[in-house]
C-alpha cells in the first residue's frame, strides 16, 4: 500500500512539471522555424516549417499533442532530426545511466570506506587527510574536476582517452569525476553517524558475545549509520542524472546530458521537454526506492500492520 500511495501522490507532481516544462520551454527566446528554415529562407517558407512543426498551433493543442507523444512515440519528434524523441533518447540513455551508476557505487564504496576510516582513526594523520580530501572534493566544481582529470590522466600520463564513449576505458574518467562529491559527502556522513553510534548499548552486547571489533563496526554500528547515506544517495543519483549536462560536455560524451545541449542550442523544443520530463520521473522513482531502502534498514520507520 505503501508503494501505491506514493505513485498516486506522484501523478499530480508530474502532471505540474508537465505543465511547467511545457510553458517554460515555449518561453525559450528564438524561432526553431527560422533556425531549421536558415537566414536565407522566406517568410512564406519560415511560415510553411512553422505549420509543419505544430507551431502555429494554441498553446492548450500544442500541450495535448505534447501529452499524447507520452503514449504515441510517433507524435514527438525532433525538430533537428525528424527522428521519435523517444528513439534519440533510447540511443544515449545507457550511457549516462552506465556513468550515473558507476559515480554513485564508487561514491557509496570509498565514502563508506574513509568513513569508516575516519571514525576508527580520530584526531590522527589519515584522520586529517581524508576529511581535507573529502572538503575538496565537496567543494571543487565537476567541471574543474573533470579538466583537472583529463589534464593529468589524458594528456599528462596518458592512461585513459579524454572523450568519448567506444571502450570500457571511456567511463573511467567520468564515472571518477561523477564520483567525487558523494564520495566526499557520504565519507563525512558516516563517519558523524559512527561516531555518534560507538558507545551504544547494543553494541556492548555485540561485544559482550565475542564478536570482533571489524565485525561489530561492519555489520551493526555501520548498517545504522548508512539509514542517512542512503536518503543522501538518492538525491545525489538525482543530481548525477541532472548533472550529466556538465559532466558529458566536459569529456564529449555522447549522452542525455549533451543531447539536451545540443537541443537548447537548436531550439529543439521536443527533446528539452521530454528529457526534463524524463529527468523528473527518475527523480519520482528514485526517492521511491530511497523510501523503501531505508524502511528496510530501519525497522523504526517501517508502518505498523493494521488488522
Known amino acids: ?45 519560415v511560415a510553411a516549417i512553422r505549420e509543419f512543426l505544430g507551431l502555429d498551433r494554441p498553446l492548450g493543442t500544442r500541450y495535448v499533442m505534447f ?4 503514449v504515441d512515440p510517433d507524435l514527438a519528434k525532433s525538430f533537428r532530426t525528424g527522428r521519435p524523441v523517444a528513439l534519440e533518447i533510447a540511443e544515449r540513455m545507457p550511457t549516462t545511466v552506465v556513468i550515473a551508476v558507476g559515480g554513485l557505487l564508487v561514491g557509496l564504496i570509498v565514502g563508506a570506506l574513509s568513513g569508516v576510516a575516519c571514525a576508527l582513526r580520530q584526531g590522527t594523520l589519515t584522520d586529517t587527510v581524508i576529511t581535507v580530501l ?11 574536476l573533470g579538466l583537472l582529470c583529463i589534464w593529468l590522466f589524458a594528456v599528462h600520463l596518458g592512461w ?15 564515472i571518477l569525476a561523477v564520483a567525487t562529491r558523494p564520495a566526499a559527502t557520504f565519507s563525512r556522513l558516516v563517519t558523524a553517524n559512527l561516531l555518534e553510534v560507538m558507545g551504544k548499548d547494543y ?13 561489530v563496526i ?13 536518503s543522501v544517495a538518492g538525491v ?17 560524451v555522447p549522452g542525455i546530458g549533451r543531447l539536451l545541449v ?46
Open 262 to 307: 545540443q537541443a537548447v542550442g537548436s531550439s529543439d523544443y521536443p527533446i528539452i521537454q521530454y528529457c526534463i520530463l524524463m529527468f523528473a520521473v527518475f527523480f519520482v522513482v528514485i526517492n521511491l526506492a530511497t523510501d523503501l531502502l531505508t524502511m528496510w534498514l530501519d525497522p523504526r520507520t517501517r508502518q505498523p500492520v493494521t488488522r
Open 218 to 230: 561492519l555489520v551493526h554500528a555501520l548498517r545504522n549509520s548508512l539509514i542517512a547515506a542512503v
Open 1 to 45: 500500500m505503501f508503494v501505491v500511495r506514493r505513485l498516486i501522490a506522484a501523478v499530480p507532481v508530474l502532471v505540474i512539471v508537465s505543465v511547467l516544462v511545457f510553458w517554460f520551454v515555449d518561453l525559450i527566446p528564438g524561432d526553431p522555424a527560422q533556425m531549421l528554415a536558415g537566414t536565407m529562407a522566406t517568410d512564406a517558407e
Open 134 to 144: 573529502t572538503l575538496a572534493g565537496i567543494s571543487m566544481p565537476i567541471y574543474w
Open 67 to 70: 501529452l499524447r507523444g507520452l
Open 203 to 215: 553494541l556492548d552486547t555485540a561485544r559482550s558475545k565475542g564478536l570482533s571489533e571489524m565485525r
Open 236 to 252: 545525489q543519483f538525482g543530481a548525477m542524472l541532472g548533472g550529466s549536462v556538465i559532466n558529458e560536455t566536459v569529456f564529449g
Open 160 to 174: 585513459l582517452p579524454a572523450a568519448g564513449a567506444s571502450t570500457p576505458a571511456h567511463f573511467v574518467l567520468p
